[in-house]
């Protein structure tokens, strides 16, 4: 590696070292930091790492949305909204989506919106709709995710933008195994496959005429560790003391009541947040690495 390779890491290093330093000051002398009146889904989400890591790829992979741009967020039981809530703030006329209805509740109270109920065989949407389409870790869920995407391309736009972001498919990854080795198999987060690497994402995406341009990746051995932890300790341990009744394939709270059941644990959880936020930044030191979670984006071709 080239000196000022080293220099520019330990620069970002030093960045995250400052960053978790002040977030565990604002913890300790304000607490959560967030007032009363916050969703309680908006909290949740700035505990998370992974989310926010997706939510900023997200960011970088949009384009520019006009005002009237119309975009839509197609999700698959994993979400309470609070995606959909900082995906709103980028500007466009956003409308939501999602395969399974366990949340649904919670968007709508969030959002105070519409969330579509689909079937992956038919989007409830005319021809041409979106400028914009986000896909957020619908596919792996999928036997056969092509009828999905071509669907993603029916209700696109001509030179419309579909972002697919789905878990690395790449079952030898470390972590991967070690979640294989630990019983928390693809069958515990409610997945048909492990996930999509990169290359395969792009041909499922060709297949649907939907031409790639751009790709990244996040989550990094020390994220995915983490994440790892926390979704162990709910779904082997908490999730079954839960009063609250939790779905197969539920990793974390996805409803006001599962989270008050665990709400001490919880609590906890809040206050070394930071540490972890802080641990998870050593992903820097494996940037040449292709992460635990891939994102592909790219635009509606031919007919």
Known sequence: M?????????????????????????????GEGMSDTTPWQVKMFQKTLKKKFRLKHLKRHIEDIQVNGKCLLVTCGDNNGAMNYYLREIGGEWSWADLEDKSIKEMEELLQDKVHKI?????????????CIVSIDVHEHLADPVPFTGELWRVA??????VITVPNGDEKKLVTRIKNAVGMTKEKY????EGLDIPELKEVMKSANIEPYKESSFSRFFTEMLELSINYL????LSKKSKAAVEEGTIAPATKDQLKSVEKTYRMYSFIYPLFWLISRLDVLFFYITGYAVM???KKSGE
């Open 119 to 131: 079937e992956v065989e038919k989007l409830p949407f005319e021809d041409e709709t979106f400028d």
């Open 2 to 30: 080239e000196p000022d390779a080293f220099s520019a890491l330990d620069g970002e290093v030093l960045s995250c070292l400052n960053q978790g330093i002040v977030m565990l000051c604002r913890v300790i002398l304000k």
């Open 157 to 162: 736009r001509k030179g419309g933008q579909v």
């Open 190 to 193: 409610g997945h048909f496959r």
């Open 234 to 237: 709910y779904v082997m341990i």
């Open 296 to 298: 592909v984006s790219g």
